[in-house]
């Protein structure tokens, strides 16, 4: 499965935690992540990354493209969501692309474990009819 990872910035340190705890799981998918995240990820995690550019700078416009042409199966999004982001306009995007394409999502760290665990038991395996 193809998954893809965003953080804001006061998510990133979760992020690296989560899949440091998680990593027997992701380590058996593909992992797609916006720049700094997935380095940070890779980093901390020891996990290979397919990076796009940094989220300001386009990469979570890259993110849902790969979404739109249904390449990425499972979305994690660990977004702030008491501070307004500069970006706010891409946040929306990557919501409503997985919403209209049927990609689960998680924009918390609690639904990111039930969905990483979900995808370990073979849940999600109904994506591979998709493609």
Not at 38 to 51: C, D, Q, T, Y
Not at 58 to 68: C, R
Not at 77 to 88: D, I, V, Y
Not at 109 to 115: D, F, P, S
Request: hydrophobic fraction near 40%; glycine fraction near 6%; charged fraction near 20%.
């Amino acid at each position: 499965m193809n998954i893809g990872l965003i953080a804001h910035d006061s998510k990133k340190k979760l992020m690296q935690n989560f899949c440091i705890a998680y990593r027997g799981i992701l380590g058996k998918n593909e992992l797609y992540a916006t720049g700094t995240t997935g380095r940070l990820v890779e980093e901390a995690a020891n996990l290979s990354v397919h990076k796009f550019l940094a989220g300001h700078l386009g990469g979570v416009q890259q993110l849902t493209a790969q979404i739109e042409h249904n390449e990425i199966d499972l979305v994690i999004f660990l977004r702030e969501p008491l501070s307004p982001q500069s970006h706010e306009p891409d946040v929306n995007s990557v919501i409503r692309i997985c919403d209209t394409h049927n990609i689960p999502l998680a924009t918390n760290l609690a639904t990111a474990e039930l969905l990483v665990r979900a995808l370990d038991r073979g849940d999600l395996d109904w994506r591979e009819m998709y493609k």
